[in-house]
Each structure stands twice: as structure tokens, then as C-alpha cells.
């Protein structure tokens, strides 16, 4: 078989999705790319990696970088991890896609905008959750302040939600991609492989279930990966920062365990569409979100 011809004015490159944490950058992703890749929680930080989603188009291949929020940080070694990825990510990106929501305009959208720009690529500016304002009119001031903040090539009034403002948006990136052949094979996803994405739904049913109660404490580390009968056996190390959490991760009787359990085998079920043995432990390892060293070992650096 020959390779299909690609015609000289195809066009490929990465466009990074960047903001503070919370505005919607994994939905739209996965939005994107009509797969969950990424995992979505109403708490800010959830998203700690970079995460790449490829979309293949007859004109175009888009790379979708998403990454974590950019925020105020502490002294914690894992926010400042945070907020270098994502900042990386927009200076290694073609084109930077600047999310924010609608209406709302932060300080940490003011730090993330900062970086966008300091990246020195051209910005789209995604006004998402549009379809929380009632009042459509309120978005044309919002939009004109907005567009006096940076000149952004683009300002996108769009909700994440609603997959048929996906389209609009993909023509609007693939006009400021640079020509070129696919850089990944049409059957690739993703970069990222297996284990990851079985650590992420476990740690996105997690932070579900655990709502404020653990601080962003928390961190999954897939042990093994096996085979039995048919099934997928997986061990999956639950990490806490504090010898306190442990009871709490756990549960009365270890039900909130088994809830987390059951619903991350529910969903990795079908996203491996393989019945799955899942067995969940909670280990203590003070302080790891300060550890560069622990960061490295749970690939955050
Ligand atoms: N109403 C509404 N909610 C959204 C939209 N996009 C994202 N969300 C919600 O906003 C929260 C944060 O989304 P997430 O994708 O994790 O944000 P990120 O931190 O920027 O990656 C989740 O509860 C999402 O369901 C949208 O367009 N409309
Ligand atoms: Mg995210």
C-alpha cells in the first residue's frame, strides 16, 4: 500500500490550550478530539500533565496541548512543576489558545494572558461557558475589554459544552497553523499511554469523591499491569501526603475506597473495553508534592 497523498497546502502544528486552572481547557480538549483524554473535575489543579490529543482533518492535523492551570503558587515543588509545564507547553506550541470564562476576569487569568504572550506565539482567545450568561448581550463588553488586554488574533465566544461550536473552532486554528505534512500517524491519540490514563480516571474519581477534604494531597501511581483469565489486573498506589489523610481517603469501613474503585472500573472498562480487576492502596509519603524527587519518580518533573 502507498501512502495517501498529502497536498502541498496541508497544514500541522501543536496549538496549546492556557489559562488559569478551572476555565474549561480539559473539556475543550476532549471536546476536540471527541475522546475523554483528559479528566475534568469542578476543582482547579485537577489537570498536572501536559496531555496531547491529535485531531486529523482532510486539510489539517491539529495537535491539542492541554495543560494545567496557571496559578499563584506557593512554595510547593509540584505547583511550581505545574505552572512550568504549561508554560513550556505555549512556547513550544505554533499557536496558543488563551482560555477564559465568560464574564470573569481574574488575577490569575492576568498571570496566565502573561505568560500566553510571553510565549511570543500568535493567541486565540476562547471565551468559554457561554452558555451560563443569560444575557448574550453582557458577552460583546466583556469581549471588547478582553481584546484590549493583547491582541490576540482571534476572540472566540464558545462553550465546551456544546459540540457544535467544535467545528468553527478548529477552522479558526487550522488558518494559523504553519504548512506541513501530519507529524503523527491518523491512528494516533495521544502521547500519552495506558498507565497514565488509567492513573488519571483514578485519580479523577478521587478528587470526585474526595471534594475538599484532601487538598490537592493526592497522587496515583500504577504499580502493575497484568493479565489473568482474560482480565486486566491492575494495582494502583494511592499516594497522601499526610499519615491524617489516609483514614479519610479510606473511608468508614473503606466504602469511600470502594466507591472510587468501582466507578474508575466502570469507566476504564470501557475506555479499555476489557474487563478490568482493579485493587486500590493508600500508602503515605509525607510531603511528596515538595519532594522534587518524588515528583520526578510520579512524572511531574
Ligand atoms: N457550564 C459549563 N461548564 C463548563 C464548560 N467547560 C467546562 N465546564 C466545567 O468547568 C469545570 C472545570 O473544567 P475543566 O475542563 O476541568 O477546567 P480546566 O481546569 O481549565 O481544565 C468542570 O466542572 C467542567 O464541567 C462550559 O462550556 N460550560
Ligand atoms: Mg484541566
Same mark, same amino acid.
Given at each position: 500500500m502507498t501512502d495517501p497523498v498529502v497536498p502541498a497546502d496541508f497544514r500541522c502544528g501543536f496549538a496549546a490550550l492556557v489559562g488559569?486552572?478551572?476555565?474549561g481547557k480539559s473539556t475543550l480538549l476532549n471536546a476536540l478530539v471527541g475522546q475523554k483524554l483528559s479528566i475534568v473535575t469542578? =476543582?482547579? %489543579?485537577?489537570t498536572r500533565h501536559r496531555v496531547l490529543g491529535l485531531v486529523n482533518l482532510p486539510e489539517a492535523q491539529i495537535a491539542f496541548v492541554d495543560t494545567p492551570g496557571l496559578h499563584h503558587h506557593g512554595s510547593r515543588a509540584l505547583n511550581h512543576a505545574m505552572n512550568r509545564t504549561a508554560a513550556a507547553a505555549a512556547v513550544d506550541a505554533d499557536l496558543v489558545l488563551f482560555v477564559v470564562e465568560a464574564l470573569r476576569f481574574t488575577d490569575e487569568d492576568e498571570l496566565a494572558l502573561a505568560r500566553a504572550a510571553q510565549s511570543g506565539r500568535p493567541v486565540i482567545a476562547l471565551v468559554n461557558?457561554? #452558555? %451560563? $450568561?443569560? #444575557?448574550?448581550?453582557?458577552?460583546l463588553p466583556f469581549i471588547a475589554q478582553l481584546a484590549e488586554r493583547h491582541a490576540f488574533v482571534d476572540v472566540l465566544p464558545l462553550s *465546551?459544552?456544546?459540540? *457544535?461550536?467544535?467545528p468553527r473552532l478548529m477552522a479558526l486554528i487550522v488558518r494559523h497553523l &504553519? $504548512?506541513? &505534512?501530519?507529524?503523527?500517524? $491518523?491512528? +494516533?491519540?495521544?502521547? =500519552?499511554?495506558e498507565r497514565f490514563r488509567i492513573a488519571e480516571v483514578i485519580r479523577e474519581k478521587l478528587t470526585l469523591e474526595l471534594n475538599q477534604e484532601v487538598p490537592y494531597g493526592i497522587a496515583v501511581e500504577i504499580e502493575g499491569v497484568g493479565e489473568e483469565d482474560g482480565q486486566k489486573v491492575i494495582a494502583a498506589v494511592i499516594w497522601v #501526603? =499526610?499519615?491524617? +489523610?489516609k483514614p479519610i481517603v479510606i473511608g468508614p469501613g473503606g466504602a469511600r475506597l470502594k466507591r472510587v474503585g468501582s466507578s474508575a472500573r466502570r469507566e476504564l472498562n470501557a475506555l479499555l473495553g476489557q474487563r478490568l480487576h482493579l485493587t486500590l492502596w493508600v500508602k503515605v509519603r509525607e510531603d511528596w508534592a515538595d519532594s522534587a524527587q518524588a515528583l520526578r519518580q510520579l512524572g511531574l518533573e
Open positions: 488559569r486552572p478551572n476555565v469542578p =476543582r482547579p %489543579q485537577t461557558k457561554v #452558555d %451560563q $450568561v443569560g #444575557d448574550k448581550s453582557r458577552l *465546551a459544552l456544546k459540540p *457544535a461550536d467544535t &504553519p $504548512v506541513s &505534512p501530519p507529524l503523527f500517524p $491518523v491512528e +494516533q491519540l495521544t502521547d =500519552r499511554d #501526603d =499526610r499519615s491524617g +489523610q
